[in-house]
Every structure is written in C-alpha cells, then in structure tokens.
Nanobody, 119 residues
Framework: QVQLVESGGGLVQAGGSLRLSCAAS????????MGWYRQAPGKQRELVAS???????NYADSVKGRFTISRDNAEITVYLQMNSLKPEDTASYYC?????????????WGQGTLVTVSS
C-alpha cells in the first residue's frame, strides 16, 4: 500500500510563506490527479489546489494568486507553495492522489500537516 507523507507545516505570521511537500513511498502508476485539501476546525474539508495529469492547475478562489501547486516529473512528490498567508488559511492540509489502475479508481490520502497563521 502506497503512503503519502506531508511535511512543511508549522506556525507562521500573517504575510509569511510556507512550502508543503507530499512524498509518496513509491512510484504511483495511473495517476489522474494530485491535490491539496485543507480542513479547519469545525469546517468541512475543502479543495485548495489540484493538478490533473497533462492539465493546468486548479485553485480555490480563496488562494488564487497566493498558492502554487507543483509536482516533480516522476510524480513522486507534490508541493504547495503558500505565500501571503492569512489567519484564515489556518488548517490541517492533506495531500491527495487519485487515478485508475485496471479501470478501477484509487485514492490515497496523507496524514495531514498543520498550518497555523497568526495575526
């Protein structure tokens, strides 16, 4: 079973930057999309940014112009560069990879990394 491990979270002041990384334990075949989600206390998990194989990145309106998603060519690691952070960005951030193998959909989640933005 492949595992995703996030890192890079922490405490930062408003206006600061963080870079999250999500590393897979091995090469994942059949990937269709890689993305970052976040969940703040008392709120539902929401999509922050995603990138589909061969496509352009997609961002939530709340992070457009501030966050950038990228991945390495081997698709083993996906990154989220977060600039101009705001207190409302405080949440646990989760990496997600999904795709198809033998026409069956798979989805893998990381364990999450906490981002806290102080005002």
């Amino acid at each position: 079973q492949v595992q995703l491990v996030e890192s890079g979270g922490g405490l930062v002041q408003a206006g600061g930057s963080l870079r999250l990384s999500c590393a897979a334990s091995r090469r994942i075949y059949g990937i269709n999309a890689m993305g970052w989600y976040r969940q703040a206390p008392g709120k539902q998990r929401e999509l922050v940014a995603s990138i589909i194989s061969g496509g352009s990145p997609n961002y939530a309106d709340s992070v457009k112009g501030r966050f950038t998603i990228s991945r390495d060519n081997a698709e083993i690691t996906v990154y989220l560069q977060m600039n101009s952070l705001k207190p409302e960005d405080t949440a646990s951030y989760y990496c997600n990879v999904s795709g198809y193998v033998d026409y069956k959909k798979f989805e893998v989640w990381g364990q999450g990394t906490l981002v806290t933005v102080s005002s």
